[in-house]
């Protein structure tokens, strides 16, 4: 097994047992590694932070809800801080299986990754998609029925 998906299933397994940033922490090598190795995190990512979720509407396709978090109400996407924008754009091109759409999300992301400003915005875009897949898994895994108790 190659180790970026290891790597990438021992910091959700981490998430899951409550350390967030302790499995955040070990992606940090997969941005740092390469354009390539950074973009196939993001399409593992994604792909946890859209599992299950079933095409709708008229184009079948895959639409992610956004709610402003104060009021609990439908929200523009406009309104989301930019890495949190390119999370929830890359997991939905994904998610509808439009792979130029995610590589020129990905590419506008990374535009200036050689530069101290550039490889920040990549770091963000990256922990925002993180953060997406942990609350995918979550909810996948609160919506498990608790197996009953053996007496």
């Known amino acids: 097994m190659p180790l970026a998906p290891m790597i990438v299933e021992e910091a959700l397994r981490r998430a899951a047992a409550g350390d967030t940033i302790g499995g955040g922490t070990l992606l940090a090598p997969l941005v740092e590694d390469s354009r390539r190795e950074c973009f196939a995190l993001c399409v593992m990512l994604a ?82 998609l993180y953060a997406m897949a942990v609350a995918r898994m979550r909810q996948l895994t609160e919506a498990e029925p608790t197996p009953p108790e053996e007496s």
């Not at 946890?48 to 996407?77: F, I, W």
């Open 47 to 128: 792909t946890t932070a859209t599992y299950g979720m079933r095409p709708q509407g008229p184009d079948q396709l895959v639409a992610l809800q956004v709610e402003n978090t104060k009021t609990r109400r439908p929200a523009s996407p406009e309104e989301l801080p930019p890495p949190v924008l390119f999370a929830a754009r890359f997991a939905a091109a994904h998610a509808n299986r439009d792979p130029g759409g995610a590589r020129a999300l990905f590419e506008a992301l990374a535009v200036d990754a050689e530069s101290e400003a550039g490889q920040g915005r990549i770091q963000d875009g990256v922990l925002a």
